[in-house]
């Protein structure tokens, strides 16, 4: 199983990013995706996930309303949109695959609910 992070950089507070992940070597319609983020000093942080056919979400606190995750299952990659970036937000962002189809609300953002892992893609957001 490989799971690839593509589309960090660097930006200026209040811009915009799209990181996308491409799975490989399994069956991506089967499972949830999460986003997870780790800033310097910091615990790994979970975000988002998509359930399996990508009609439910979730989000944390500190990026609802700015970030949207996606999917599309025809290409094997699960997208998360950033708007109005924050200083804050800058942190190396992992994707990974859950352990089954399901997001919910009381572990989505548990690193023992995913059982994959990309390498990460770096986010800094400059003030």
């Known amino acids: 199983v490989q799971l690839v992070e593509s589309g960090g950089g660097l930006v200026q507070a209040g811009g915009s990013l799209r990181l996308s992940c491409v799975v490989s070597?399994?069956?991506?319609?089967?499972?949830?995706m999460g986003w997870f983020r780790q800033a310097p000093g910091k615990e790994r942080e979970g975000i988002s996930c998509i359930n399996a056919i990508g009609d439910i979400t979730m989000y944390s606190d500190s990026v609802k309303g700015r970030f949207t995750i996606s999917r599309d299952n025809a290409k094997n990659t699960v997208y998360l949109q950033m708007i109005s970036l924050k200083p804050e937000d800058t942190s190396v962002y992992y994707c990974?695959?859950?352990?089954?189809?399901?997001?919910?609300?009381?572990?989505?953002?548990?690193?023992?609910?995913?059982?994959?892992w990309g390498q990460g893609t770096q986010v800094t957001v400059s003030s």
């Open positions: 070597g399994l069956i991506f319609h089967n499972y949830a």
């Open positions: 990974a695959a859950s352990v089954g189809p399901s997001c919910s609300e009381n572990r989505y953002h548990s690193e023992s609910t995913y059982y994959n």
